[in-house]
Structures are given as C-alpha cells and as structure tokens.
C-alpha cells in the first residue's frame, strides 16, 4: 500500500489537488517545486530552481515547466496545465491523470485513450540537475510526444515581463539545446537521453497566473518565453530521460545517472521516513561548511533556526557526523562573531542574543545521544566560551544582572524568535527579562556545570556556574510566574506582560528548570488548555488580547498576526518534553496521539513535510513556507524521545 498516493478522483478536482505540493531539492540548494498537477501556483515554483552566487543570496527560477503533448495519428493530447489571467485553466492536461504517487519518487500516471504513460521525476543529489523519466507503458499505435520548454530567468521572488532584452539564441547540444536569456546567468543545458527533433519556435507566452500570490495580497502574473519544441517517437515500453542542468552532459550517461540516483532514495512509506527526507531536503553542503536551510520556497540560513532545529535534523535521523559538521559551521560563526564583532555571510543573525543560549541546547542534546565524555572532548571549549562571554556582559544585545538574570532591550528592534515588525519595530515589543531566553541561560549554566565538574581542570568553572544558576532560580520564579498559575511572557521594570503565549512551554521542557515539578505542572495546564492544537502550540491564547487566529490578507495583516495566534509545530518538541517530565511513561500514548495531526498533515500543503504555521482555529490550514526545518526537526526528535520511553 501507498503512503502518499493519490487517485484519479482527487487529481482531477482542482479545488483538493491544486493546494497539494510536492518539493524536491539537493544539498547545494537548488530544488523543483509545484503542485502535484504541474500547475505552478506561485512564483517560487519551477522544474529547476538554483542559487546564482554571482546575483546574490537569492533564488533563480530557470527553467519554470517543461509542458508535454502526446500525438497520436496527428491529434495532439497536451498533458499541461497552467493558469492564466482571468483564472483560466489550460491546457486542462489534469484530465488525463490516473494516479500521482509520492512514495519513492514523484510519479504521475496518464492515460489518453489507449495510451498510458509515465512521468518520474528526480533531484541529482549532486549537481544542480533534474532528471525526468517519460515512460510509455501502454500504446496501440505510433506515439511521439513533444516537449515544450517554458523559461523564465529571474528572481524567485521576481516576475518577468515580455521584454527585447532577451538574449534569443538556442544553441544545439548532444541530444538537445542550451539557453542563457540574460548576462550573468548561467547556462542552462535541456537533454534527452535519445535524439530529439528540435524546432525553434520562439514565442513570449503572456498572463501566467499564480493564485498563491494573489492570495497573498502580492503581485502575481508574469509573461514567460517558449524558444520551441521537442519531437520524439516513442515506442511501447521504452523509457525516455530529460535532463535540465547547468552544465552538458554525455546523453548516454542519464540512464545509468538516474537508476544510481533511485537507489539512494529513502522511501517515502512511513510517518518517520517522509520527515526524514523533509529535513535532509534542508541540507546546505557548501565549500566553506554545511548549513541548514530554515525552509522552502523562500528561506534562508539563519542562525537561530540551524541551532533550535540541528538535534532533530541530525541526531534523530542519526547522523551525527552531519551534527558535527553543522555545528561546526555554526560554532566557527560564533567564535568570529565574539572575536572579532563579524557577521556571517551566510548564516544570517549570529548576533542575536539567544543564538548562544539555543547552540548550547543543542550541545546538551548531542552529549544525551552520545555522552559526556565525547561531548567534553569535542566542545567544552566552546560552551566555556559562550557562558564567558554572557556572565562577563561582553554580549552587545544581552546583559546580565546582579541575579544572574539575562535581559535585553528589545523595544527598537525584534530580538526574539518573534520577530513580526513593522517599519522595523517589533510587533510584540518583547523586551527586559523574556521568560524563555532566561530559562535557556538557567539550563544552559546547569548543564555546563554538571559537565565540567567531572573534569578536575575545570572544577572553578562548574563552581562558578552552578553558582549563578543557583542565585538565579529564586529570582526566574518571582519574576515570572504569577498567581494563575502560568509564566508572563516577558518583564521589563514594573511591567509583566500578561500574555498567555507558548515561550513558557519552552522553560518547562528544557531538562533544568528553575520550576519545581508542581509548578510545572501548573504551567502545562495553562499551556494544554489555552494553547495546544493538533498542529502545536498556538503562539497566542484566544483569551489574551490581540489574538489573531488566521494568517491571511495583506502583507502587513499576515505580519500583524504572525505571533499573535497562528500554531507553530516545533513547540510540541517542548511541550512533549514537559509533559513527559511531569507524566512519565504514562504520558507516552498521550504524546503519540497528539502526533496524529502531523502525520495527517503529510498529504496536505507540501507532500510528506509540514509548513511554518497552521491557523489557530479549525481547520487549521497550513501557511507560510511550505516545508520549515525546524518544525519538522522538532517532530522527528519527538518521535525519538517516545521510541526511547518505549524501549525502556
């Protein structure tokens, strides 16, 4: 049986098939994204998408579809679909569609009178190239099919007007041709794996219309350029490749290139497996290191999400040389950062204040997987480093006080992982002692002082931590938590924000806690009860003022609600954590039912990955980015926590 497959009945209903998406990537960023009938629904889709290093730390849309007809007796069957101004759908190629199946690769199954025909399609791992295979299954007669490159050329975030600008030249190639519309793009070579009849036939296409886009309240139509067509016979059971890369390949050689490519596939067949390709979807291996991506279509590499997402998008999965290797990268940022004042290139917000307090989370999470002594051999250094840096207030965004309390000032500019802003000031003026960074710096000193007192060489460090943890406990509860029960969200001067919002779930999840059992307790009431969804953790209580349940409208409305209700899923990893620490094994099934909306959620939204956020309400729709590291990270490292209670 399919885990992810989908019949004729809900292909050919656009309203279901249409929201459905599928993304395939590699490691050095580029991917191919679009929904489950071809039809690209926003402009970040496209069948070959990669970074130009030269244009910037952006996205390009090469090569935006590649449309298929099959000729039989010289009646054309146009397998595509589009959508054009006005929300005219054609060539309505969806018709024709039996069945799409996503387990191992994405599969699509046509069927045009007598004639059945396959489509697979597959990421190099290797190279920015994408690979698809054309199968005629079954034919009664001479069939060719003919392929039609649609090109785009621009910004993922861009759109493109038919302009003279253009650079209208298709060279031929071994089996195919090459384009390059416009300076300082590279060349894009189109293949196939046996020769093909090509006949240029330049033409703009005008008004492709992308309905994600105008939901979003952003511009949404573009004009893309057709140079001309593909013709090939193909004959029943054969097999024929279409390679789009950036460099010429051998034609013979794509055969063999893709077989070798499937068996490196992990296949799609289980609640874990789909996480687990989502999160290596994220992967970034780069000359300089490897990184993690936070998400697709439209994310970045940002400080903050590789630390709070690289336990579960490595341990869980277990690949550990890939935690060391990430952490590493991001390790080299910090210590540059702390050195020398220097941001990074590339791993964007190393200079926010609780980047430090998340890497020395993950450090925990790697010296619970693979003990102490390795974890002190490989990076006590760095997190004697970190805990110097904050206790000698070295840190330029975060102080510490006379309790041993961290706080910022957070007032002109988004410090926090809410970073909604308008006109660059934050949204929800998070500022003073947050509740969440001083429970992370509280587990933070803890740990570092259960692992350093076993090392003789570094007793006067673990004294000096313990210390400060210690003369800080007392002043985290008085500050924080308040007569109903709950943790304000943050304090600053004689205001204690009265919030009911999902940080707290956080304090009460990490393995130190300043909060007794009973008072964690009480905090996971308030949090189950106002706060928890089938999708995580809303970050806003529907009783606190502001609460804004759906992510929709304009740009600025989405920004106004984005921390003020919308359900994140990487807090279920802590409000599990906690509710494991106040239940025990008892709670295990508890944990494993609430996973059952995630599971769900796999053939929603993006095919076999979860999105940034979900609507605090029913139905909770997914929105945002269609696949983000960290939510799917924090679900896997659930899963593996419960397999550990089950073992035990």
């Not at 989908?6 to 990537?25: A, G």
Request: a neutral charge; glycine letters at 8%; aromatic letters at 12%.
């Amino acid at each position: 049986m399919s885990y992810l497959k989908f019949d004729k009945n809900l292909m050919i209903n656009l309203e279901q098939s249409l929201p459905k998406e599928i993304l395939r990537t590699n490691q050095s960023g580029a991917y191919h994204c679009t929904t489950i009938v071809d039809c690209n629904t926003r402009k970040q889709h496209g069948l070959l998408v990669v970074p130009v290093p030269e244009l910037g730390n952006s996205w390009h849309v090469l090569l935006s579809s590649l449309d298929v007809t099959v000729y039989q007796h010289g009646a054309p069957f146009n397998l595509a679909l589009h959508r054009y101004s006005g929300g005219v759908m054609n060539p309505n190629g969806h018709k024709y569609i039996r069945e799409f199946d996503c387990d191992n690769v994405p599969r699509t199954t046509y069927r045009v009178g007598g004639v059945i025909l396959t489509k697979d399609k597959i990421f190099s791992s290797k190279e920015n190239r994408i690979l698809i295979r054309y199968t005629l299954v079954d034919a009664h007669s001479a069939t060719t099919l003919r392929f039609r490159p649609i090109l785009a050329f621009r910004e993922a975030n861009e759109l493109c007007v038919a302009n003279d600008a253009l650079n209208p030249a298709i060279p031929e190639v071994p089996n195919g041709v090459s384009a390059c519309l416009y300076n300082g793009y590279p060349t894009l070579y189109m293949q196939f794996s046996r020769k093909p009849q090509w006949t240029y036939d330049p033409h703009w296409y005008n008004g492709f219309e992308y309905v994600k886009d105008l939901e979003r309240g952003v511009p949404y139509t573009e004009d893309l350029w057709v140079p001309g067509y593909f013709d090939i016979p193909i004959k029943k059971g054969e097999s024929i490749i279409f390679s789009a890369g950036l460099s010429e390949i051998s034609p013979r050689s794509l055969t063999s290139m893709y077989e070798k490519e499937i068996t490196q596939r992990t296949c799609r067949n289980s609640f874990f497996n789909c996480l687990k390709n989502a999160v290596k979807q994220c992967y970034l291996d780069e000359p300089d290191g490897m990184y993690l991506l936070s998400g697709y279509p439209w994310g970045k590499i940002l400080a903050r999400n590789t630390f709070m997402a690289l336990p579960g998008a490595t341990i869980a999965i277990n690949h550990k040389e890939d935690f060391e290797r990430i952490a590493d990268s991001g390790i080299k940022a910090l210590r540059d950062y702390f050195e020398n004042g220097n941001m990074h290139d590339r791993l964007l917000g190393i200079d926010l204040p609780d980047v430090p307090l998340w890497a020395v989370w993950a450090l925990q999470q790697y010296s619970k997987a693979y003990g102490k002594d390795e974890t002190r051999k490989r990076y006590m250094p760095v997190i004697k480093e970190i805990l110097d840096y904050i206790l000698d207030n070295r840190h330029p965004r975060m102080k510490v006080d006379g309790d041993g309390m961290v706080w910022i000032e957070g007032t002109e500019r988004p410090l926090s992982w809410m970073n909604a802003a308008l006109g660059g000031r934050p949204i929800v003026p998070r500022t003073g002692y947050l509740v969440e960074f001083n429970a992370l710096w509280y587990n933070a000193l803890m740990f570092a002082a259960k692992l350093a007192e076993e090392d003789p060489k570094a007793a006067a460090d673990a004294a000096r931590w313990k210390e400060t943890a210690e003369k800080m406990a007392p002043k985290y509860v008085s500050t924080f938590l308040n007569d109903y029960g709950y943790l304000y969200d943050y304090v600053v001067g004689t205001y204690a924000d009265p919030s009911v919002r999902p940080n707290m779930a956080v304090a009460i999840g990490l393995d130190y806690s300043p909060l007794d059992r009973r008072q964690r307790k009480g905090v996971l009431d308030v949090v189950t009860r106002e706060l928890l969804t089938p999708k995580g953790l809303r970050t806003l209580s529907p009783k606190s003022y502001g609460y804004r349940p759906f992510y929709l409208g304009s740009p600025e409305e989405r920004e106004m609600a984005l921390h003020n209700g919308p359900v994140r899923p990487w807090l279920m990893g802590f409000y599990a954590d906690a509710y494991l620490k106040v239940f025990g094994a008892s709670g295990v099934g508890y944990i494993d039912r609430m996973l059952i909306g995630f599971e769900d959620d796999l053939s929603q939204g993006c095919i076999g990955s979860l999105s940034q956020l979900y609507d605090a309400n029913p139905p909770f729709n997914g929105r945002g980015a269609i696949s983000h590291v960290t939510n799917v990270a924090e679900v896997l490292r659930t899963l593996t926590t419960l397999k550990k209670f089950n073992m035990d």
